[in-house]
């Protein structure tokens, strides 16, 4: 993976795990009544997303086409194995073949 990239998901998971924490945090300390709480986490969650959807758009970019590199090199190995497995069954049928013909002459 490229620099760029390795930072993007350093950066998505770093974000993920720091509103976590701060729900977390939120939760466990807060005063508020239940549906004060909800309603604050609601306006707190809408605030991030805002604030980083350029980040969030631009981490799923990244991880969209790292995921079509992951597909076409699976792809390319899968045919590279199904390519050997062919070959391989062509030349043990062809060495069968030779045997079974020289033993028509014996």
Do not use: C, W
């Amino acid at each position: 993976m490229s620099g760029k990239s390795d930072n993007a998901l350093a950066f998505g998971i770093g974000t993920l795990i720091g509103v976590l924490a701060g729900v977390a945090v939120a939760v466990l300390f807060s005063p508020k009544s239940g549906e004060e709480m909800r309603k604050d986490l609601r306006i707190a969650a809408k605030k991030i997303i805002k604030e980083n959807t350029p980040n969030i758009v631009y981490t799923n970019r990244i991880n969209s086409a790292a995921l079509v590199r992951l597909q076409y090199t699976i792809e390319s190995q899968f045919n590279k194995v199904i390519d050997t497995l062919k070959a391989g069954r062509m030349a043990a049928a062809k060495r069968k073949e030779e045997l079974e013909s020289a033993y028509k002459y014996l």
